[in-house]
Nanobody
Framework: QVQLVESGGALVQAGASLRLSCAASGRTLSNYVMGWFRQAPGKEREFVARISESGVLVYYADFVKGRFTISRDNSKITVYLQMNRLNPEDTAVYYC???????????????WGQGTQVTVSS
């Protein structure tokens, strides 16, 4: 069992930056691929980014390439999502998730945090 807790969400203006954190407990984080997803009101949850167990391999959704960076610190059992040049379309609840598989679908991930709200005003 893996417990995940996100933090760092806030209300910011367009163009601002935020860094989200996901703290893990329960099992060794380095055994898991970690992902970030988001869900805007009235929309389905969508994939944002994923990072391999070692942190070497990363993969992003097209809409965040060049703006968001996923990273991890296995010694601190924490995963980060650095978000730059935020725009109102990035407004959503952001979730981190863990899997022993690969993938970009929500169903690929077994463990989820409770989410953190990011609101970007224009």
């Amino acid at each position: 069992q893996v417990q995940l807790v996100e933090s760092g969400g806030a209300l910011v203006q367009a163009g601002a930056s935020l860094r989200l954190s996901c703290a893990a407990s329960g099992r060794t984080l380095s055994n898991y691929v970690m992902g970030w997803f988001r869900q805007a009101p009235g929309k389905e949850r969508e994939f944002v980014a994923r990072i391999s167990e070692s942190g070497v391999l990363v993969y992003y959704a097209d809409f965040v390439k060049g703006r968001f960076t996923i990273s991890r610190d296995n010694s601190k059992i924490t995963v980060y999502l650095q978000m730059n040049r935020l725009n109102p379309e990035d407004t959503a609840v952001y979730y981190c998730a863990a899997t022993t598989a690969r993938g970009t679908r929500s169903s690929d991930y077994a463990y989820w945090g409770q989410g953190t709200q990011v609101t970007v005003s224009s």
